[in-house]
């Protein structure tokens, strides 16, 4: 099977990965967004098999047993993976894979496919994620919880991932990424 094109998009929470993904696969169209499995339940507006696919702990466990994940993580109390097969599916419509998913899966991810290309996002300040947290509607505990593993992240972002962007501005952000994803790719 030929390697995979992906982009890995991480980031510690708040500092807008989804939002940016979102904007990505609008803009650039050869993207093809991989959904995620969690444990987590969903949030306000959140839909199975269009956000995540929300799973019961246990069925989790079993698929990761029979290898059926790519990357897997336990964060924050629940579990989050990266189907093999939405992967395979991907490649077979000959489409760049985009995971938005957290730096364990992406390390986990540059470990089975070398090739793949990992984008670490960063807020423009710790006061701006907070309050990004805040709006999304997070309890404080959780925002304290995710302020303090942010500075694990950012150590991942730095040293593991291929570029880190500030995201400031959205549309700049993501226009940007397209940018650096069509170079990587030998796109125009």
């Avoid at 540059?110 to 701006?128: D, T």
């Avoid at 309890?139 to 995710?146: K, M, P, Q, T, V």
């Avoid at 972002?157 to 650096?180: C, E, G, M, P």
Wanted: charged share 30%; aromatic share 10%.
């Amino acid at each position: 099977m030929v390697s995979p094109n992906i982009v890995v998009l991480s980031a510690p929470s708040g500092a807008g990965k989804t939002s940016l993904a979102e904007l990505l696969l609008l803009y650039f169209p050869l993207l093809e967004r991989s959904i995620s499995s969690t444990t987590r339940s969903p949030r306000k507006g959140e839909k199975d098999g269009r956000d995540y696919y929300f799973l019961e702990e246990k069925e989790f466990i079993q698929r990761k047993e029979k290898g059926e994940f790519i990357e897997y993580a336990f964060v924050y109390g629940c579990w989050y993976g990266t189907f093999r097969k939405t992967i395979e599916e991907i490649t077979r419509m000959r489409k760049i894979a985009l995971l938005v998913i957290d730096t364990q899966g992406g390390l986990q991810v540059k470990q089975v496919y070398s090739s793949a290309f990992l984008i670490g996002v960063l807020p423009p300040s710790v006061a701006e994620q907070k309050s990004r947290l805040l709006k999304r509607g997070d309890s404080l505990e959780s925002i304290e919880s995710r302020i303090a593993a942010a500075s694990k992240e950012r150590r991942i972002l730095r040293t593991h991932y291929d570029i880190r962007v500030v995201n400031k501005n959205l549309d700049q952000t993501a226009l940007r990424l397209v940018s650096l994803i069509k170079k990587r790719f030998f796109l125009s």
